[in-house]
């Protein structure tokens, strides 16, 4: 079994900063995986009437399937072109929670964000997300310029 390194992707140039620099960590590797990984931050507390809730269920699937879309397929695609093993999953939630679930739930070794101040991922992860991320994360976390 190979070394799985987890990346956040936020649609924007950090998201593919990230990439770029885990695609090279993963050539170093070897027998690497990437899995990149789209948070669409989301509140799971809230009040809501049953009609609202299977509105908000069916807005949650569609953003699901956008940001797979746009982001994540393009993304894992052309890694498959450069011939560097990736796949790829979108989930709702907080955003350093998420990531560190999925670093867990893969086994994977490390976690790779990109850093900047184009707004999306940059805005929600480095605050106290970041924090949260760089401090609680079982695994390392790269944070990419």
Not at 70 to 88: E, I, T
Not at 114 to 136: C, D, H, Y
């Amino acid at each position: 079994m190979g070394t799985k390194l987890i990346v956040g992707l936020d649609g924007h140039g950090s998201g593919d900063r990230a990439v770029t620099y885990a695609r090279k960590l993963a050539g170093l590797i070897g027998d690497c995986e990437l899995l990149l990984v789209y948070v669409v931050e989301w509140s799971p507390y809230s009040f809501q009437t049953a009609e609202e809730n299977e509105q908000r269920h069916k807005r949650r699937e569609e953003e699901i399937s956008t940001a797979m879309q746009r982001v994540v397929d393009p993304a894992v695609a052309k890694l498959h072109a450069d011939g560097v093993k990736a796949s790829g999953k979108v989930r709702h939630g907080d955003v350093a929670s998420i990531l560190m679930m999925v670093a867990e739930e893969e086994a994977a070794e490390q976690i790779v964000v990109g850093r900047s101040s184009e707004g999306g991922f940059a805005k929600r992860i480095f605050g106290s997300a970041t924090s949260n991320l760089v401090m609680q994360a079982s695994v390392p976390v790269t944070v990419v310029n």
